[in-house]
């Protein structure tokens, strides 16, 4: 019995009886199914949105469960060797996703099955199905847990089950009692769907949960199918995995021993104990990809932490130019069937290697050197593969890829006597470019470019290498150019597995020089212009894209405090410049080169002024002539006053 937590970036579980076949969904979205036994690619599913609903929980059907009605209507009657088949063979894979759906997928057809819906609005966390109905348990980030009818595909009870999010389910060996677990562990009574038990101890969302006994312990009482048992429990960020006992008394909700590890588990495999005397073994893969074993007798309390009797570690053997050896983390572990053994998976999640390692608990500590290089390098079968070479004529015509519009002859392959070994002579001058691509009837000027600088096709391909392999000198040749078209165009044509990653390199190259920066806005403006729509699909965008927000707010934040620095700098190196440029100005000489005297104004001048000289003599001559003629008035008005008058001398003489 596997329990697998949901690590980051991939989920798997092993098929149960005898772990026959490997299911992984790794970050791409991609449910793969792997044969343990000859490690190949049993099966391949896409689903149609698994970009925005990538796949968060797994869960094989029980051994012996049949297939839901199929939707194509009624199928003719199997033979008996297709039903023997089928019975070998499991059926069903319930695959949770992240927009609350689950799909069901059938590994006998190897398509889907059907898909639930209506359940959940949220994320589905796990999935569990029964031992005995054909009734599949899901719980999500909504807080609730529904309880499924596989055959018409529709929610048969939905109840709440905490009061935060429900992150892992388990059913009781007799399949009448259910474990739940958000931050507290709930047991709930299957018919009534009322808590039975409550356990509290893990300080974070428990991440897997696992019946370890199917019997009671202790044999003197009757055993009612859950009391007794113990199970097992691992918690997100938590080094410890605790060990919980079902008890008659509702007092005792601590747990009764713990298993110490050195990071969070990941994938947890164990044997399940059926009598008193026989020890429960347990596989835990962590977080920092080793393995450790456990093998204890569940006992009772036990105060202090048992730590592992073994650990295993893989590790590259360190040849080829690198006498470093690197770990290679292991993805999950299994015990088999005769529990002397393990199947051990290790590697990348696209291409994960599986292994059968015996047991040999003698040594606390076992490190595996493998060469993964030559281990992957593993040939796709042939059966697998639903790639069909159509049958063509000497008339048919084939478009040659990544130049539209050209078209090139096809050429009827030769049969095995005809070939022969095309090795170039010492000598011998080979064909160029211009020829090659001239027997391709490809018109060559079309091809070429002016400036024979790549075209937008080349530099999506480049950035996406560059990201893959984190080249830095083909990230510079790529980001660093300064063309808007260019940028829109290779943005658009890019794969959208490459957008975050290319956001990533961004983000971190904004940190650098101003230069820099400015520069890498622009992509930032190509990509969220031109794929806003499927950054928004994205169920983990905010803490994908946490950084790059700070780091913009806090760069607008000091843009007003800049704005005034350089407006007040502005100001003092124009004063500056200007008090300059008025020093280097020398004095003008203010005395004139040239003075022009014009004669005639000189003569009309001088008429002028005799005139008026004349003028005023006249003036002055009738003034004098007034004033003599008032003085002689004045006189005479005297006299009269005075009595005098002017006699003649004849008047006087005769008075006398």
């Given at each position: 019995?596997?329990?697998a937590?949901?690590?980051?970036?991939a989920?798997?579980?092993?098929?149960p009886?005898?772990?026959?076949?490997?299911?992984?969904s790794?970050?791409?979205?991609?449910l793969?199914v792997w044969e343990?036994?000859?490690?190949?690619l049993?099966?391949e599913?896409v689903p149609?949105?698994?970009?925005?609903?990538?796949?968060?929980c797994?869960?094989w059907?029980?051994p012996?469960?049949?297939?839901?009605?199929?939707?194509?209507?009624?199928?003719?009657?199997?033979?008996k060797?297709?039903?023997?088949?089928?019975?070998?063979?499991?059926?069903i894979?319930a695959?949770?996703?992240?927009v609350?759906?689950?799909?069901?997928?059938?590994?006998?057809?190897?398509?889907?099955?059907?898909k639930l819906?209506?359940?959940h609005d949220?994320?589905v966390?796990?999935v569990r199905?029964h031992?005995?109905?054909?009734c599949l348990?899901?719980?999500?980030?909504?807080?609730?847990?529904?309880e499924w009818?596989t055959q018409?595909?529709?929610?048969?009870?939905?109840?709440?089950g905490?009061?935060?999010s429900v992150t892992?389910l388990?059913?009781?060996?007799?399949g009448?009692?259910?474990?739940s677990?958000?931050?507290?562990?709930?047991?709930?009574?299957?018919?009534?769907?009322?808590?039975?038990?409550?356990f509290t101890?893990?300080?974070?969302?428990v991440?897997?949960?696992?019946?370890?006994?199917?019997k009671?312990m202790n044999e003197?009482?009757p055993?009612?199918?859950?009391?007794g048992?113990?199970f097992?429990?691992g918690?997100?960020h938590?080094?410890l995995?605790?060990?919980w006992?079902?008890?008659?008394?509702?007092?005792e909700k601590?747990a009764v021993?713990?298993f110490?590890?050195?990071?969070e588990?990941?994938?947890?495999?164990?044997t399940v104990?059926e009598?008193k005397e026989?020890?429960?073994?347990?596989a835990?893969?962590?977080?920092?990809?080793?393995?450790h074993?456990?093998?204890?007798?569940l006992?009772?309390?036990c105060?202090k932490?048992?730590?592992?009797?073994?650990t295993?570690?893989?590790?590259?053997p360190?040849n080829d130019?690198?006498?470093?050896p690197?770990?290679?983390?292991?993805?999950?572990a299994?015990?088999?069937?005769?529990k002397?053994?393990?199947?051990?998976?290790?590697?990348?999640?696209?291409?994960?290697?599986i292994?059968k390692?015996?047991?040999n608990?003698?040594e606390?500590?076992?490190?595996?050197?493998?060469?993964?290089?030559?281990?992957?390098s593993?040939?796709?079968d042939v059966?697998l593969?639903?790639?069909?070479?159509p049958?063509?004529?000497s008339d048919?015509?084939?478009?040659?890829?990544?130049?539209?519009?050209?078209?090139t002859?096809?050429?009827?392959?030769?049969?095995?006597?005809?070939k022969?070994?095309?090795?170039?002579?010492?000598?011998e001058?080979?064909?160029?470019?211009?020829?090659?691509l001239?027997?391709?009837?490809?018109d060559?000027?079309?091809?070429?470019?002016?400036?024979?600088?790549?075209?937008?096709d080349?530099?999506?391909?480049l950035?996406v290498?560059?990201?893959?392999?984190?080249?830095?000198?083909?990230?510079?040749r790529?980001?660093?150019?300064?063309k808007?078209?260019v940028i829109?165009?290779?943005?658009?044509?890019m794969?959208?597995?490459?957008?975050?990653?290319?956001?990533?390199?961004?983000?971190?190259?904004?940190?650098?020089?101003?230069?820099?920066?400015s520069?890498?806005?622009r992509w930032?403006k190509?990509?969220?212009?031109?794929?806003?729509?499927?950054?928004?699909?994205?169920?983990?965008l905010?803490?994908?894209l946490?950084m790059?927000?700070q780091l913009?707010?806090?760069?607008?934040?000091?843009?007003?405090?800049?704005?005034?620095l350089?407006?007040r700098?502005?100001?003092?190196?124009?004063?500056?410049a200007?008090?300059?440029?008025?020093?280097?100005?020398?004095?003008?000489?203010?005395?004139?080169?040239?003075?022009?005297?014009?004669e005639?104004?000189?003569?009309?001048?001088?008429?002028d002024?005799?005139?008026?000289?004349?003028?005023?003599?006249?003036?002055?001559?009738?003034d004098?002539?007034?004033?003599?003629?008032?003085d002689?008035?004045?006189?005479?008005?005297e006299?009269?006053i005075?009595?005098?008058?002017d006699?003649e001398?004849?008047?006087?003489?005769e008075?006398?």
């Amino acid at each position: 019995m596997a329990a697998a937590a949901a690590p980051v970036g991939a989920v798997c579980s092993f098929s149960p009886r005898d772990c026959r076949f490997f299911a992984i969904s790794g970050s791409d979205g991609r449910l793969r199914v792997w044969e343990t036994a000859s490690s190949r690619l049993q099966h391949e599913y896409v689903p149609s949105a698994h970009l925005s609903a990538a796949c968060t929980c797994l869960a094989w059907a029980p051994p012996g469960e049949r297939q839901p009605p199929s939707k194509d209507g009624p199928q003719r009657k199997k033979r008996k060797s297709e039903v023997a088949e089928v019975d070998r063979q499991l059926d069903i894979l319930a695959v949770g996703t992240a927009v609350g759906s689950i799909l069901l997928y059938s590994t006998v057809k190897g398509e889907l099955q059907s898909k639930l819906d209506g359940g959940h609005d949220s994320r589905v966390n796990c999935v569990r199905w029964h031992q005995d109905t054909c009734c599949l348990y899901s719980c999500s980030e909504d807080k609730h847990i529904v309880e499924w009818n596989t055959q018409t595909c529709k929610v048969k009870c939905k109840w709440k089950g905490d009061n935060s999010s429900v992150t892992s389910l388990c059913i009781s060996p007799d399949g009448k009692m259910l474990l739940s677990a958000g931050r507290t562990i709930k047991l709930w009574d299957l018919e009534t769907k009322e808590v039975y038990r409550h356990f509290t101890g893990h300080a974070t969302s428990v991440s897997s949960l696992t019946f370890t006994t199917v019997k009671a312990m202790n044999e003197n009482k009757p055993f009612d199918g859950i009391t007794g048992l113990y199970f097992l429990s691992g918690a997100i960020h938590d080094r410890l995995l605790s060990v919980w006992q079902v008890r008659s008394d509702r007092k005792e909700k601590n747990a009764v021993m713990s298993f110490t590890v050195t990071d969070e588990p990941i994938f947890i495999d164990l044997t399940v104990s059926e009598v008193k005397e026989e020890p429960v073994k347990l596989a835990v893969v962590c977080r920092d990809g080793q393995l450790h074993l456990f093998e204890h007798i569940l006992n009772g309390y036990c105060k202090k932490p048992l730590t592992s009797n073994c650990t295993i570690q893989i590790a590259t053997p360190g040849n080829d130019g690198d006498s470093t050896p690197k770990p290679v983390p292991i993805l999950a572990a299994a015990f088999c069937s005769d529990k002397q053994s393990l199947l051990l998976v290790y590697g990348n999640t696209l291409q994960p290697i599986i292994e059968k390692v015996s047991l040999n608990t003698v040594e606390s500590h076992i490190c595996l050197i493998r060469d993964i290089q030559k281990v992957l390098s593993l040939k796709t079968d042939v059966a697998l593969t639903k790639v069909k070479t159509p049958v063509v004529n000497s008339d048919a015509k084939v478009l040659v890829p990544g130049i539209p519009g050209h078209s090139t002859a096809v050429k009827t392959p030769a049969s095995g006597k005809e070939k022969k070994k095309n090795k170039r002579k010492p000598g011998e001058t080979g064909e160029s470019i211009e020829e090659r691509l001239e027997a391709l009837d490809i018109d060559v000027s079309k091809v070429k470019t002016p400036s024979g600088l790549p075209q937008t096709d080349s530099f999506a391909v480049l950035l996406v290498q560059g990201l893959e392999s984190n080249d830095a000198e083909i990230l510079n040749r790529v980001l660093n150019t300064r063309k808007d078209n260019v940028i829109k165009n290779t943005v658009s044509r890019m794969p959208m597995h490459a957008v975050i990653p290319l956001l990533h390199e961004l983000t971190k190259r904004l940190q650098g020089n101003p230069y820099s920066a400015s520069l890498m806005v622009r992509w930032l403006k190509s990509v969220f212009t031109i794929h806003a729509s499927y950054l928004s699909t994205l169920p983990d965008l905010i803490p994908q894209l946490g950084m790059l927000y700070q780091l913009m707010e806090s760069r607008v934040k000091t843009l007003q405090k800049l704005s005034r620095l350089h407006g007040r700098l502005f100001i003092l190196v124009t004063q500056v410049a200007a008090s300059e440029a008025v020093q280097d100005v020398s004095e003008m000489n203010q005395t004139a080169k040239l003075v022009y005297e014009d004669e005639s104004s000189e003569e009309e001048g001088s008429d002028d002024e005799m005139i008026a000289d004349k003028e005023s003599d006249e003036n002055w001559d009738e003034d004098e002539e007034k004033e003599e003629q008032s003085d002689e008035q004045d006189m005479t008005v005297e006299k009269e006053i005075n009595g005098d008058s002017d006699l003649e001398p004849e008047n006087e003489s005769e008075e006398e």
